[in-house]
């Protein structure tokens, strides 16, 4: 059965860390990067109006749209409502799109980043209506939403919003399992509801381009000849309903590794899958917090804290070592709800997790690491 985007080439170029010069995203380079791509047949190229602070989406203009004929190329961006105030300034967020990345039109707009407390802007501004209002003007061809949460947020919205056409959230091999992330069970929430997929964070942050040794190890004993990278990038690609994979690339190695290994893209083989399986294990077996996600805690909690999420972020610094990108998404995770330091040590989630985690200790460790 035939699905949008299906012929769209499965690597996409993710318009979020760009080349920078100090403040500034280095066109040139981006310039480069960009000519790169499209020489190897790839067309998808995926931002959003908050990027860069709006500059993201004028380097879409620059590298893009002012060289390229525009039936060559498809532009996704994206409408974080929950940011502001109004339903004016919610509104005006496509037009200031269209203005920055001079496309005439976007090929896939997204209302952007639902999940926990964000939902409820796009419904207040009326934003469902309104995509569908663009649409039919022809200043967008396909709608759709991106999602950071669990599978039940995600079908709940799905069935409530049938008319959305795609839909886009996190997915990689080691999130395949999580309690939080639920890649797998969101990915069968998509396939129950009919809607083809744009996958971010396929290689984590860039986590699963430099992971622990043990895992790097069994990547390099099965194929020593191919990026880290390849192996997550084309573990996405490899399942079905996929309109394409989003690389966040920031560097011209970058991109000449992913089209070496995406231009003629092959699905993973079994033994491969094999070898994803035992790093995904290796990857288990480091030690974490080891949360489950069951919100136990998250239901008596008195400062609003969710539990398992912030768990989650030190876990990168635990199993990546990777203190920076535990501080990033401590800051998302936190901006709306409770932070580690807010707990007050009712002890409230230690009398109701079943793993007897620490949970007050854990959360004092994390306010001292994160929060500096």
């Avoid at 707009?109 to 407390?117: A, I």
């Avoid at 290796?282 to 949360?291: D, G, T, V």
Wanted: with cysteine.
């Amino acid at each position: 059965m035939s699905y949008l985007g299906e012929n769209i080439p499965k690597l996409g170029f993710g318009f979020m860390r760009l080349p920078m010069l100090g403040e500034k995203i280095d066109i040139e380079q981006t310039k480069e990067m960009v000519d790169l791509f499209m020489s190897k047949g790839f067309s998808y190229f995926d931002s959003s109006w908050a990027y860069n602070g709006g500059k993201s989406e004028e380097a879409m203009k620059a590298a893009i749209v002012d060289r390229y004929p525009r039936d060559s190329f498809q532009i996704a961006t994206k409408c974080p409502v929950w940011i502001v105030k109004t339903k004016e300034e919610a509104e005006n967020m496509i037009w200031t799109s269209l203005k920055r990345t001079g496309a005439g039109y976007i090929d896939f707009y997204l209302l952007h980043n639902l999940g926990d407390s964000r939902t409820q802007s796009f419904d207040d501004f009326e934003m469902w209506d309104y995509v569908h209002e663009l649409k039919a003007k022809g200043l967008v061809r396909h709608i759709g939403f991106s999602i950071h949460d669990n599978a039940d947020a995600l079908d709940k919205i799905l069935t409530e919003h049938p008319e959305m056409e795609f839909v886009q959230f996190q997915l990689n091999y080691d999130d395949w399992e999580s309690p939080t992330i639920q890649a797998r069970k969101c990915y069968e929430v998509a396939l129950k509801h009919h809607k083809p997929i744009v996958v971010m964070e396929p290689v984590k942050g860039g986590l699963l381009a430099n992971p622990a040794t043990s895992v790097r190890k069994i990547f390099e004993d099965a194929n020593p000849s191919v990026s880290l990278a390849s192996w997550a990038i084309r573990y996405a690609a490899s399942l079905d309903n996929i309109i394409t994979v989003l690389s966040g690339m920031s560097t011209i190695d970058q991109v000449r590794d992913n089209v070496s290994f995406m231009e003629k893209f092959k699905p993973l083989d079994q033994d491969e899958l094999a070898v994803i399986e035992k790093a995904r294990k290796a990857i288990s077996e480091i030690p974490s917090i080891p949360c489950t996600a069951c919100q136990y805690c998250v239901k008596g909690c008195p400062q609003g804290i969710l539990i398992p999420n912030v768990f989650a972020t030190y876990n990168r610094k635990l199993v990546y070592n990777d203190l920076a990108s535990a501080k990033s998404r401590y800051g998302l995770e936190t901006r709306f709800n409770g932070k580690a330091s807010d707990c007050v040590a009712c002890g409230n989630c230690e009398r109701v997790c079943p793993q007897h985690i620490g949970i007050i200790e854990n959360l004092r460790t994390i306010a001292e690491e994160l929060e500096k």
